[in-house]
């Protein structure tokens, strides 16, 4: 069984912080890139930040500078740690376990999201 289970969204005011975490169980962690996306109504979901086992890391253009993205193998955790929240941050969030396509299997996950809310 997979899982992918998100934690620590919340309300949060413009300027604050907020640490997000996902806890991965039934894949082979070190395998896969890890992501944050992020979805609101109406909207196709976006990249967040994506970070490889090796250290390669991606993030998405209005998120640069603000959001880091972290991993630790030994307790099979990814986290998103967000600074200087905008109003334009809030959505749900989702955890994503991508190691690709192998032998016509597409090994992708996603958790079931976390609510941030940015708001004064």
């Known amino acids: 069984q997979v899982q992918l289970v998100e934690s620590g969204g919340g309300l949060v005011q413009p300027g604050g912080s907020l640490r997000l975490s996902c806890a991965a169980s039934?894949?082979?962690?070190?395998?896969?890139?890890m992501g944050w996306y992020r979805q609101t109504p109406g909207k196709q979901r976006e990249l967040v930040a994506a970070?490889?086992?090796?250290?390669?890391?991606n993030y998405g253009d209005s998120v640069k500078g603000r959001f880091t993205i972290s991993r630790d193998n030994a307790k099979n955790t990814v986290y998103l740690q967000m600074n200087s929240l905008k109003a334009e941050d809030t959505a749900v969030y989702y955890c994503?376990?991508?190691?690709?396509?192998?032998?016509?299997?597409?090994?992708?996950?996603w958790g079931q999201g976390t609510q941030v809310t940015v708001s004064s």
């Open positions: 994503n376990a991508d190691a690709g396509r192998r032998w016509d299997t597409n090994y992708n996950y």
């Open positions: 039934g894949i082979s962690f070190r395998l896969y890139v």
């Open positions: 970070l490889s086992s090796g250290g390669a890391t």
